[in-house]
Each structure stands twice: as structure tokens, then as C-alpha cells.
């Protein structure tokens, strides 16, 4: 039986729900496994605390919620601090070095990579910066096959921003396996 819980956290405007959607589209589209997606956001359009739930499984999936996320992913200190007691133990968790410093400690697989320094010296453009982050998860937990990312994003993405969006997720994976060593 295959089933995860990812939690993705961070503000608004960090691209946090789209990344979510795009993994569980890539997952149910293309993966051939069940996903479902939720989210939660505060008030405010842009900076306020953003979270998405996905839950993918080769089983019917009943309850649309993370309880105990395998996986949480927190890129922002508001988001590391109100979320990090959820991970269960033995679970990933990664962050973004620029924006998150880790004060507790979580019994977890713990990466704190250099995620949006990365994206703005290498490719220049932060709007990637969430497809850095899902590149990066894969790159540590394969839940989706990077191949099913690209093509939902060819669906999601202008043209012209389709090479500028492959770079970003090629340099989250490379970022990864960096980590692992």
C-alpha cells in the first residue's frame, strides 16, 4: 500500500497552492495514482500564511486533510514555527535556508536548502521559485516522477515561461541530490 501526506506552507504569493496543485495533478493525471488537494489560506491576498494539504495514495482517499504529513514543506519562519510539531516522526522536512531557521528540532529527515538564493542567481525570476521547491522535493522523495511535473506545468504556464520553469525544477532536484550527498 502507497500513501503520503505533504504539507506545504508558506505565504501568499510564494506560489505555496500552486505547487500543490500542480503535484497532485501530475500524480493523478499522469502518475496513475489517487490524489487529492486542499488548501488553507489567511486573509490577505499576498503575505498572509499559506498552507495545502495533498494526500496521494493507491487507494481511494476518504478524508482530504494531512493529520501527520511524511512529508512538510515550510517556506516561511511564521510556517516552520505554527507547523513543525505536525511531521511525524521519521518523516521529510524541508526548508528554504533564506527564509527559515531552524529552532526546533523535528524527528525527521531534515533539509535546509538554499532554494530562493539558488533561483535568484541562477535563473533570476523568484515567480520559479516554487517549482525550485518541488524539483528539490522530488529530488528527496520521488512521490511524483519529475517528467509528470513538466507536463502539467506545458498545460499551466505560458510558452515562453515553459525552459525558464525546467530549469527551476532541474535545479531543485539538483539541489537534492546535492543534499543526500
Given at each position: 500500500m502507497f500513501r503520503k501526506g505533504i504539507v506545504f506552507t508558506g505565504s501568499g504569493g510564494q506560489g505555496v497552492i500552486t505547487a500543490s496543485i500542480i503535484m497532485a495533478e501530475a500524480a493523478a493525471l499522469y502518475g496513475g495514482i489517487n490524489a487529492v488537494q486542499a488548501q488553507a489560506y489567511g486573509p490577505e491576498a499576498r503575505g498572509g500564511a499559506t498552507r495545502a494539504d495533498v494526500i496521494l495514495s493507491d487507494?481511494?482517499?476518504?478524508?482530504?486533510?494531512?493529520?501527520?504529513?511524511h512529508v512538510l514543506v515550510c517556506l516561511t519562519q511564521l510556517a516552520y514555527d505554527k507547523y513543525i510539531h505536525l511531521i511525524r516522526p521519521g518523516g521529510t522536512l524541508l526548508t528554504d535556508i533564506f527564509h527559515v531557521r531552524q529552532l526546533q528540532q523535528a524527528d525527521a529527515r531534515t533539509f535546509n536548502l538554499d532554494m530562493y538564493r539558488e533561483v535568484m542567481d541562477k535563473i533570476g525570476q523568484p515567480i520559479v521559485f516554487n517549482i525550485c521547491v518541488l524539483g528539490a522535493l522530488l529530488g528527496l522523495d520521488e512521490l511524483v516522477k519529475p517528467e509528470h511535473i513538466l507536463k502539467v506545468l506545458e498545460?499551466?504556464?505560458?510558452?515562453?515561461?515553459?525552459?525558464?520553469?525546467k530549469q527551476a525544477l532541474e535545479l531543485g532536484l539538483d539541489l537534492a541530490r546535492k543534499a543526500k550527498g
Amino acid at each position: 500500500m502507497f500513501r503520503k501526506g505533504i504539507v506545504f506552507t508558506g505565504s501568499g504569493g510564494q506560489g505555496v497552492i500552486t505547487a500543490s496543485i500542480i503535484m497532485a495533478e501530475a500524480a493523478a493525471l499522469y502518475g496513475g495514482i489517487n490524489a487529492v488537494q486542499a488548501q488553507a489560506y489567511g486573509p490577505e491576498a499576498r503575505g498572509g500564511a499559506t498552507r495545502a494539504d495533498v494526500i496521494l495514495s493507491d487507494e481511494v482517499i476518504r478524508y482530504p486533510k494531512v493529520i501527520k504529513p511524511h512529508v512538510l514543506v515550510c517556506l516561511t519562519q511564521l510556517a516552520y514555527d505554527k507547523y513543525i510539531h505536525l511531521i511525524r516522526p521519521g518523516g521529510t522536512l524541508l526548508t528554504d535556508i533564506f527564509h527559515v531557521r531552524q529552532l526546533q528540532q523535528a524527528d525527521a529527515r531534515t533539509f535546509n536548502l538554499d532554494m530562493y538564493r539558488e533561483v535568484m542567481d541562477k535563473i533570476g525570476q523568484p515567480i520559479v521559485f516554487n517549482i525550485c521547491v518541488l524539483g528539490a522535493l522530488l529530488g528527496l522523495d520521488e512521490l511524483v516522477k519529475p517528467e509528470h511535473i513538466l507536463k502539467v506545468l506545458e498545460t499551466k504556464v505560458p510558452k515562453g515561461m515553459i525552459e525558464t520553469n525546467k530549469q527551476a525544477l532541474e535545479l531543485g532536484l539538483d539541489l537534492a541530490r546535492k543534499a543526500k550527498g
